[in-house]
T-cell receptor, first 113, second 114 residues
Framework: LAKTTQPISMDSYEGQEVNITCSHN???????ITWYQQFPSQGPRFIIQ???TKVTNEVASLFIPADRKSSTLSLPRVSLSDTAVYYC??????????????FGKGTKLSVKP | ETGVTQSPTHLIKTRGQQVTLRCSSQ?????VSWYQQALGQGPQFIFQ???????GRGNFPPRFSGLQFPNYSSELNVNALELDDSALYLC?????????????FGPGTRLTVT
């Protein structure tokens, strides 16, 4: 699976838009990009997934440039409750057999009042 | 819809002992994966079970073993506990009808080995 690189930490203030960029230079043609969120002492929670261009759901947007060597998770108008660790994962989707998830250290986002 | 549950929440064991952790998968999910998360690190994949058989394993020694039952619940067993086994153990369930990256995690079991 492709290795990912993310900033170790980021700070923001309530109401701001936060963009977390992940580098994945060795992404393969069939790889998807997925982001998870983890609060302290809880399991990770799926946020968003995409292959190319832009994906948006009720929680976040995911921007993927044409070369797919990076991706940006965008959190609109963050609140204190968005303080968490955010993980970027890259790998192959397979409907039949289930692949394992390879997590890096993630980006620790701290939202201040 | 019932989410992923794990038991116990916390556990303290002595080095050399054995431990069993339990996981109930989300309703409708047939695949269970186990992860170990050390403090300040991302979760590390231990193994996955599908149809009651191991279906992939990470870089963990054989003293880490598991089971999946017909109702898709699962157990993680660790023998000869070592101090470095102290971690949060996470169980995640998923369905073969969904993408392999959409896994649903339980709250974890915090294991402390002294």
């Amino acid at each position: 699976l492709a290795k990912t690189t993310q900033p170790i930490s980021m700070d923001s203030y309530e109401g701001q838009e936060v963009n977390i960029t992940c580098s994945h230079n060795n992404i393969a043609t069939n790889d998807y990009i997925t982001w998870y969120q983890q609060f302290p002492s809880q399991g990770p929670r799926f946020i968003i997934q995409g292959y190319k261009t832009k994906v948006t759901n009720e929680v976040a947007s995911l921007f993927i440039p044409a070369d797919r060597k990076s991706s940006t998770l965008s959190l609109p108008r963050v609140s204190l409750s968005d303080t968490a660790v955010y993980y970027c994962l890259v790998g192959l989707l397979s409907g039949g057999s289930q692949g394992n998830l390879i997590f890096g250290k993630g980006t620790k986002l701290s939202v201040k009042p | 819809e019932t989410g992923v549950t794990q038991s116990p929440t916390h556990l303290i064991k002595t080095r050399g002992q054995q431990v069993t952790l339990r996981c109930s998968s989300q309703s409708g999910h047939n695949t269970v994966s186990w992860y170990q998360q050390a403090l300040g690190q991302g979760p590390q994949f231990i193994f996955q079970y599908y149809r009651e058989e191991e279906n992939g394993r990470g870089n963990f020694p054989p003293r880490f073993s598991g089971l999946q039952f017909p109702n898709y619940s699962s157990e993680l067993n660790v023998n000869a506990l070592e101090l470095d086994d102290s971690a949060l153990y996470l169980c995640a369930s998923s369905s073969t009808s969904h993408s392999s990256y959409e896994q649903y995690f339980g709250p974890g079991t915090r294991l402390t080995v002294t």
